[in-house]
């Protein structure tokens, strides 16, 4: 979500968000440039004066300020994953306890970021 990125660090000057869903986004790199200043390079691109100039130009005009309206209410509308919480508790209420154990168990048990996404690509088709 693009309203989680401004609450990074100030300090920030390297950023990749390839692969990520907001840079699908509409201006989302401008919006990114506007939120962390101290950025230098994005998605592995030097960021210049003329495009700070154009994320300064954008957040400064109606069309930024409803860019804005919009990252925050999509910031209210989806849930997002919390470290330590237990994806298994937000499970649909028709699964089992033990179909929750299991679950939980493959989760633990995956060896990669690859292997927890064909886990939730399962549970999301099952459900």
Request: hydrophobic share 40%; charged share 30%; net charge positive.
């Amino acid at each position: 979500m693009l309203s989680e990125l401004a609450k990074l660090s100030r300090k920030i000057e390297i950023l990749s968000l390839i692969g990520n869903p907001v840079t699908r986004r509409q201006h989302y790199r401008l919006y990114v440039v506007s939120k962390i200043p101290s950025l230098l390079v994005l998605d592995f691109v030097k960021i210049g004066a003329k495009e700070r100039e154009n994320a300064k130009r954008l957040f400064n005009s109606s069309a930024g300020a409803a860019l804005e309206q919009d990252v925050q209410a999509e910031k209210k509308s989806v849930k997002t994953f919390i470290p330590g919480e237990s994806i298994v508790n937000r499970a649909p209420a028709n699964l089992s306890s033990e179909d929750k154990a299991k679950l939980q168990e493959r989760i633990a048990n995956a060896k990669s970021v690859s292997e927890i996404e064909i886990i939730q690509r399962e549970f999301v088709g099952a459900a």
